[in-house]
């Protein structure tokens, strides 16, 4: 059975024809996120330490609301408009999960992300007990 989550407005609109996350069975497939504002729905452009924390944010509140966490998650995929961030990137990445909960990812360089954003972040996770 598929159970589509999308978050309420006022938490984290969706800007795009998307649920915020699609849960089979014990398995979460997070979309992926950008440094979209939760409140205007719209992608902060700024340094890319401010905007990874804010696409982990966002991420954070998916995984929360659909009753998972950083540490349940088995996969992630970064894509990155210019791998000079990805140092920076990684840095703030890591520090959202716990020591030995690191999932398997793949980095992705591209050419644009939408809303003209530099990073994007997608997860599977679990949320079995």
Known sequence: ??????LPDDVLPAVAPYCHAVRVGELLFVTGQLAEDPQTG??????????TVRVMENLKL?????????????MARIFVTDFRFFETV???????????HLPGRTTVG??????FGDVEIDLIAYCGE
């Open 90 to 100: 990684n840095d703030i990445y890591k520090s959202y999960f716990d020591v030995g």
């Open 42 to 51: 719209k992608v902060v452009r700024g340094p890319i330490d401010e905007q």
């Open 110 to 115: 591209v050419t644009a992300l939408a809303g």
């Open 62 to 74: 998916v995984l929360e609301h659909a009753g998972s966490s950083f540490n349940k998650v088995a």
């Open 1 to 6: 059975m598929l159970q589509y989550i999308t």
